[in-house]
T-cell receptor, first 114, second 116 residues
Framework: NAGVTQTPKFRILKIGQSMTLQCTQD?????MYWYRQDPGMGLKLIYY???????DKGEVPNGYNVSRSTTEDFPLRLELAAPSQTSVYFC?????????????FGPGTRLTVT | AQKVTQAQTEISVVEKEDVTLDCVYE???????LFWYKQPPSGELVFLIR??????QNEISGRYSWNFQKSTSSFNFTITASQVVDSAVYFC?????????????FGKGTLLTVNP
């Protein structure tokens, strides 16, 4: 199993551009999550999904969108990139809800908006 | 609202020293879960342990041990005989019921540097 994979690993965007961060897991997990990690701030939840077709906002959803058309994939869309979205983005998945089971994380995408 | 405090921003030790990473949490729920994750310099997040609120037994895994005390809302992590490979950022996290789903809240992390 590859676990959770994310592409790209690095990306530089200009202000106002858009992009999609890809996330795929091969563990047949129902739950998937997107976090952002800012220096010295821990991880903050952007969006999560409890299954295909179901998504919900986390703590910091503004400026992002998600979709979940399959169990495996959970892409994160940035529209009109802003410097405040410069961060490291992690995708994660878990077998069931975050309360009961640990989350498995992808390697991260380092995004810079200039 | 749930909160996780890791008061130690950075710790530096010499190899073979024991080191304890502190984690204090706040929650109104009686059922909750606590986690520790390791983030080495390569950047990935590695799951270390999960503990539920009904199980206050301490746990030992090799050089790692965890001390869970509900009375002080703490879930501390001790590394015995530290090694250079233990150098990483360590995150404590709390998961409790957010009304519609369990929500995971991370502390800000403790950077551990183990010097040879």
């Amino acid at each position: 199993n590859a676990g959770v994979t994310q592409t790209p690993k690095f990306r530089i965007l200009k202000i106002g551009q858009s992009m999609t961060l890809q996330c795929t897991q091969d563990m047949n997990h129902n739950y998937m999550y997107w976090y952002r990690q800012d220096p010295g701030m821990g991880l903050k939840l952007i969006y999560y999904s409890v299954g295909a077709g179901i998504t919900d906002k986390g703590e910091v959803p503004n400026g992002y969108n998600v979709s979940r058309s399959t169990t495996e994939d959970f892409p994160l869309r940035l529209e009109l990139a802003a410097p405040s979205q410069t961060s490291v983005y992690f995708c994660a998945s878990s077998r069931q809800d975050a309360g009961s089971y640990e989350q498995y994380f992808g390697p991260g995408t380092r995004l810079t908006v200039t | 609202a749930q909160k996780v405090t890791q008061a130690q921003t950075e710790i530096s030790v010499v190899e073979k020293e024991d080191v304890t990473l502190d984690c204090v949490y706040e929650t109104r729920d009686t059922t909750y879960y606590l986690f520790w994750y390791k983030q080495p310099p390569s950047g990935e997040l590695v799951f270390l342990i999960r503990r539920n609120s009904f199980d206050e037994q301490n746990e030992i895994s090799g050089r790692y041990s965890w001390n869970f005390q509900k009375s002080t809302s703490s879930f501390n992590f001790t590394i015995t005989a530290s090694q250079v490979v233990d150098s990483a950022v360590y995150f404590c996290a709390l998961s409790d019921w957010g009304g519609s789903n369990y929500k995971l809240t991370f502390g800000k992390g403790t950077l551990l540097t183990v010097n040879p």
